[in-house]
T-cell receptor
Framework: AQSVTQLGSHVSVSEGALVLLRCNYSSSVPPYLFWYVQYPNQGLQLLLKYTTGATLVKGINGFEAEFKKSETSFHLTKPSAHMSDAAEYFC???????????FGAGTQVVVTP | DTGVSQNPRHKITKRGQNVTFRCDPISEHNRLYWYRQTLGQGPEFLTYFQNEAQLEKSRLLSDRFSAERPKGSFSTLEIQRTEQGDSAMYLCASIDGLGDGYTFGSGTRLTVV
């Protein structure tokens, strides 16, 4: 079984500042890990994923995440926030068989000028 | 590749009525997933198919919900005798066998009045 905990339901960052969204997971099998972004009344867009190989994963829009097995974490970062980054972000985990995807509760990001 | 298509985008129905949603996955994607998302929450897994076989169904899913994928292409999700608590966004996702990740549609927003 898998589960995801996202620390902080709301994060406020200044434009140009570092964005850091925290995600910890629990999985009984080697995990596949994902970050998705959701804009109001839209579906989910994949930012990045980790399956195997390099633990530092780069995604779209300047985001990256690092898989740390010892810490069971997959935190999402972006060096410099842009106004267009205001959205809800979801961390998710699946098993290596590509079964169901288990989501965290989400983190709402607000970007202030 | 036109992405995952969901219809309708919005549905308003009276309590007690039946509703059916359709999902057209990306062509040749053999797995198809249904999720439900309520306001301020992460998507919740409902069920998934590999080709026409329903491989897993959430224990949280009442018997008023049924999903089909008769020819292994599009899928339908039916809710019988709708209740106000069924109001949510219903999301569909698909994947291929190559590990590119779960691609989501824009969702169907159901409002039960």
């Amino acid at each position: 079984a898998q589960s995801v905990t996202q620390l902080g339901s709301h994060v406020s960052v200044s434009e140009g500042a570092l964005v850091l969204l925290r995600c910890n997971y629990s999985s009984s099998v080697p995990p596949y890990l994902f970050w998705y972004v959701q804009y109001p009344n839209q579906g989910l867009q994949l930012l990045l994923k980790y399956t195997t190989g390099a633990t530092l994963v780069k995604g779209i829009n300047g985001f990256e995440a690092e898989f740390k097995k010892s810490e069971t974490s997959f935190h999402l970062t972006k060096p410099s926030a842009h106004m267009s980054d205001a959205a809800e972000y979801f961390c998710a985990v699946a098993g290596a068989s590509w079964g169901k995807l288990q989501f965290g509760a989400g983190t709402q990001v607000v970007v202030t000028p | 590749d036109t992405g995952v298509s969901q219809n309708p985008r919005h549905k308003i129905t009276k309590r007690g009525q039946n509703v059916t949603f359709r999902c057209d996955p990306i062509s040749e994607h053999n797995r198809l997933y249904w999720y439900r998302q309520t306001l301020g929450q992460g998507p919740e897994f409902l069920t998934y198919f590999q080709n026409e076989a329903q491989l897993e169904k959430s224990r949280l899913l009442s018997d008023r919900f049924s999903a089909e994928r008769p020819k292994g292409s599009f899928s339908t999700l039916e809710i019988q005798r709708t209740e106000q608590g069924d109001s949510a966004m219903y999301l569909c996702a698909s994947i291929d066998g190559l590990g590119d990740g779960y691609t989501f549609g824009s969702g169907t927003r159901l409002t039960v009045v």
